[in-house]
């Protein structure tokens, strides 16, 4: 015999759910290209922790920026340097106090291959590889990194007829893990976790030989009224959020 629930009872059952309900909300984020998994990650917890949910792009940084300044729906974005924040701040497309940097990004020169790629980065010296993969400089902070590197060892020159761009670090990566280039110059997040590379081999590059990749975040004006956006960008200030951060290899 099924137990007999009142209907006043029901009702306020009913209610506290849509209550619940109204209070969670969408959140449209831009999210630079090397934060993909990490974001992934941090959304779930989130969305668990909060009730909102976290609807991401994921793209270079530079194209974010044009995006956003021709009319873009975002609400968060998550830079992978602190220029490209900075200049929106200054041209008055974010909430005014919500920037801050939410990861310092590591570059490392990656093959699929293991044994490929030395620990000292020698292999860039070598004839063994036919094609070298970077992100775009132009539109993506970690492939100016690349191209800051190249520059400090004196390959630039050498290495140019090699080079092939990606349109963001995701396709640079792709690139190398398709076998399509030897060896490239990826984000570390991409192919580290808890402490080890996860495939191939690596070169983590040394962080004097590139401008440091500061990973700004902030609040743009179209998440100014949402409580979801504020709720990520305190979440993302959180430990728990830091702890999966460093487990791919940023610092903070």
Do not use: C
């Not at 590591?106 to 000292?120: H, I, K, M, P, R």
């Not at 492939?143 to 050498?158: I, N, S, Y």
């Not at 490239?184 to 991409?190: D, P």
């Amino acid at each position: 015999m099924k137990p007999h629930v009142p209907q006043a009872l029901l009702g306020l059952f009913a209610g506290l759910i849509l209550a619940g309900n109204a209070l969670a909300e969408d959140v449209q984020v831009a999210v630079a290209a090397n934060f993909t998994a990490p974001l992934q990650a941090i959304a779930a917890d989130f969305e668990k922790a909060t009730g909102h949910k976290v609807v991401a792009a994921y793209g270079a940084t530079g194209q974010f920026y044009a995006q956003i300044k021709n009319g873009a729906p975002f609400e968060v974005f998550l830079a992978a340097d602190d220029t490209t924040p900075a200049k929106l701040e200054s041209e008055g497309e974010s909430v005014p106090g919500s920037r801050f940097t939410y990861a310092i990004g590591a570059l490392t020169l990656w093959s699929a291959q293991e044994g490929y790629v030395d620990d000292q980065g020698e292999v860039l010296k070598s004839d063994r590889f036919r094609h070298l993969a970077i992100a775009n400089p132009k539109t993506a902070p970690y492939g100016l990194a690349a191209t800051q590197v190249l520059d400090k060892l004196g390959l630039r020159q050498a290495v140019a007829p090699k080079l092939v761009e990606g349109q963001n670090i995701t396709q640079a990566l792709q690139f190398v893990s398709s076998g399509n280039a030897e060896l490239g110059f990826v984000a570390l997040s991409q192919v580290y976790k808890d402490g080890k590379i996860t495939s191939g081999s690596a070169w983590l590059v040394p962080a004097e030989l590139h401008e440091p990749i500061r990973q700004d975040a902030l609040i743009l004006n179209k998440g100014k009224d949402n409580p979801a956006a504020k709720a990520l960008v305190d979440y993302l200030k959180g430990e728990q959020a830091a702890a999966l951060i460093r487990s791919y290899g940023y610092q903070l």
